[in-house]
């Protein structure tokens, strides 16, 4: 078995590394992954009933396993994992079965020395498979987050963009209605004006449907402040687009931001918080920084890369400081990680 | 009889009478067993045709496994339908009777929120605060969910709902709703507002035949 042995060598390289081997449970609480990562993920996981009546599933994942597993205090920190995750697709020819091999830093308190950490073990792992053919790709979510918040455009505008960037699609449709400067949301509020009197004079802890009266009222109150169009729409989608089509070696990243805020006329200073993509040039590699890169994985938070063998993709991973939180964890925990695709070697 | 033709009509209210009528219209008059709680009837000198009155619901099930050859039934519960069962159904005609629409309603009082787009700030703005998801009950998950998603609403969780849909953002069982309506009439007397732009279907009533019979019905269908 050519497989048992790699990943014998993986681990290996993870142990020496430091990692130790968590085991995250196989069946987990549907709902409660339901509950944290939304509606959407349920298409993908294979679910049952048990004998309690609860909806349980296979792991669809391992990352996500392993972090249920830290939350409830049964794992340590620097962990490996190696084993099986579970989703369905209704693309043929598509395995029910990943064989999954990762490591996470959970409660990564040295950021940078941290996605560091990840990626150097990444590598180390991925030069056991072949020495020679090795392409990284590196990218990281806050340059966007920069960008969008040095642009003069809507409030509205600005979040819509952030929190849709991990969805190329729907992304792209933003784009097109911001370039008509057609807002999606352009409604009069004359009809709601009289209401909002009304209860402006109401308890305003009362709960509607879940939500406090004041709470409705503020959100109406800073909708009608909010501008509803702006006329720089064609020239911010513009700016976007280039930006998103930045693609160069590390060692040239510097120069490039710099010619983009230029040609942009934005600030020089405006891209921040990207220590972990500069640091990489200690890895003494080839790296290409691609902006218009990590954008399937919605946990993702910063710092995102790949590895490629031969045009394969053997190895991703990134930073996701919101995910342990969103699985229920009482205070924010920053973490950081990486998977190998055994079947892409 | 091999050349045998079942139909399978809805069994229940308005919907029914349009069926029938549908057929006594077209020259197939429709007679209703003695008995008034008979389940099947039959069409005047057509003995090869037999008709069933069901659920609506169980209409599709039933083209689905070759039970019924024709029916007639809501598109709603159609496309609400799982892929492999849609499949085995071809649309033959859609009728001028039985139209409603499923919608997107939220509460009156939630005056922030007229379109899609104050829904998914919404929804995100109820995710940071509270980690938890906007619940959206509905009997259509199905139609809900690809509806939602395409227009970029992603943090809710749904809430099957099997009836009086209209009461869940008000007992603490949801907060919004998805649900059908021909007049409106039931959302407006629960406090509940469509959103400007939360029309997921346009539904009406439809004649459906099943895929396998289709040959079978060339031959034999006088509709």
Redesign the interface.
């Known amino acids: 078995m050519k497989s048992k042995k790699l990943s014998d060598q993986i681990v290996k390289t993870f142990k020496k590394n430091g990692f130790s081997l968590s085991e995250p449970d196989v069946l987990l609480d549907s709902e409660y992954i339901i509950q944290r990562s939304g509606e959407n993920f349920r298409r993908s996981m294979l679910t049952f009933e048990n004998e309690d009546g609860k909806i349980m599933c296979l792991r669809p994942d391992l990352t996500v396993a392993a972090c249920i597993k830290f939350i409830e205090k049964k794992s340590k920190s620097k962990i490996y994992y190696s084993g099986q995750a579970y989703r369905r697709s209704n693309k043929q020819g598509f395995d029910l079965v990943h064989d999954q091999l990762g490591i996470e830093i959970l409660g990564s308190k040295n950021k940078t020395q941290d996605d560091y950490k990840v990626i150097k073990t990444i590598l180390d792992s991925a030069e056991k498979i072949n020495n020679k053919k090795i392409q990284i790709k590196v990218s990281d979510i806050n340059l966007f987050k920069s960008l969008i918040n040095s642009l003069d455009m809507p409030e509205r505008w600005k979040l819509r963009l952030i929190r849709h960037f991990w969805r190329p699609k729907y992304f792209e449709e933003l784009l097109k209605r911001l370039e008509k400067n057609t807002d999606i949301d352009s409604i009069t509020f004359d009809t709601d004006k009289k209401r909002f009197y009304e209860m402006k004079k109401m308890n305003s802890e009362k709960l509607i449907a879940g939500r406090s009266i004041s709470e409705i009222l503020k959100r109406f109150d800073k909708k009608i402040k909010d501008p509803r169009s702006f006329d720089k729409g064609k020239q911010i989608v513009k700016i976007i687009r280039s930006f998103l089509k930045i693609n160069c070696k590390l060692s040239k990243l510097d120069e490039n931001l710099l010619n983009f805020a230029k040609k942009s006329n934005l600030k020089k200073n405006i891209f921040k918080d990207f220590d972990s993509i500069q640091n990489l040039k200690r890895l003494k590699k080839e790296v290409n920084f691609i902006t218009n890169f990590g954008r399937d994985v919605e946990y993702y938070t910063g710092f995102v890369f790949e590895i490629f063998i031969e045009k394969k993709e053997i190895a991703r991973g990134g930073r996701y400081d919101g995910l342990l939180k969103s699985l229920g964890a009482k205070k924010d925990i920053p973490a950081v990680g990486a998977a190998i695709n055994l079947n892409n070697i | 009889m091999k050349n045998l033709i079942t139909i399978g009509l809805p069994s229940k209210g308005r919907l029914k009478d349009k069926a029938v009528t549908f057929f006594n219209d077209r020259g197939l008059k429709v007679l209703q067993s003695d008995k008034e709680r008979n389940y099947f009837a039959s069409i005047e000198n057509k003995s090869n045709i037999k008709i069933i009155y069901l659920h609506a619901k169980e209409i599709i099930q039933r083209l689905g496994d070759g039970t019924l050859d024709i029916g007639i039934s809501g598109l709603d519960l159609l496309n609400e339908s799982e892929?492999n069962l849609k499949d085995k159904i071809i649309i033959k005609k859609k009728l001028d009777f039985g139209g409603a629409n499923l919608v997107v309603a939220?509460?009156?009082?939630?005056?922030?929120v007229?379109?899609?787009?104050?829904l998914?700030?919404?929804a995100?703005?109820?995710r940071l605060r509270r980690?938890?998801?906007l619940?959206v009950a509905t009997k259509y998950p199905n139609l809900t969910?690809s509806f939602?998603?395409s227009k970029?609403v992603?943090?809710?969780?749904?809430i099957s709902s099997l009836g009086a849909t209209e009461t869940y953002?008000?007992i603490?069982s949801?907060?919004?709703i998805t649900d059908i309506t021909s007049t409106g009439k039931t959302l407006e007397d629960n406090n509940l507002r469509i959103l400007?732009d939360g029309l997921i279907l346009k539904s009406t009533a439809c004649l459906l035949i099943s895929k396998k019979r289709t040959s079978k019905l060339k031959s034999l269908l006088p509709i």
């Open positions: 892929k939220v509460p009156d009082d939630w005056i922030d007229q379109t899609i787009a104050d998914e700030e919404v995100f703005d109820i980690n938890t998801r619940r969910n939602l998603i970029g992603t943090q809710y969780k749904l953002p008000f603490g949801s907060e919004i400007k």
